[in-house]
């Protein structure tokens, strides 16, 4: 696989997690920016992870795709929203992403 296709996936998660940080300030699609923000950063998730399946197993690149964009969006709204993270939250975004560390390490079709 190659470092193009880690890039997409990269671009993927990014666009993502900034659409999903920007779905509470668009208040129902009430907020014309913030809105447009949800709808562009969906829409390029979306193209950028398609790019990445031309060489990486749907499911390998969805999980790394959901597991990351669980993580970093729990933390941006701890950061932005004050949402807090209690042990529980914790310890099941810290077994996603053991589950996407063990899926990439183990899986034949990651590398």
């Not at 990014?14 to 950063?41: D, N, Q, W, Y």
């Not at 701890?78 to 975004?93: H, P, V």
Request: hydrophobic residues 60%; neutral net charge.
């Amino acid at each position: 696989m190659s470092g193009l296709t880690w890039l997409y996936l990269a671009i993927a998660i990014s666009s993502e997690v900034a659409a999903t940080s920007a779905l509470k300030l668009a208040e129902g699609f009430t907020r014309p920016v913030p809105s447009m923000v949800v709808i562009a950063g969906y829409a390029l998730a979306f193209y950028f992870l398609s790019l990445t399946l031309r060489d990486m197993p749907v499911g390998v690149a969805y999980a790394v795709w959901s597991g990351a964009g669980i993580a970093l969006v729990s933390l941006i709204a701890w950061i932005i929203y004050n949402q807090t993270l209690g042990a529980g939250e914790l310890a099941g975004i810290g077994l996603i992403m053991l589950g996407v560390v063990v899926l990439n390490v183990f899986s034949k079709t990651a590398h």
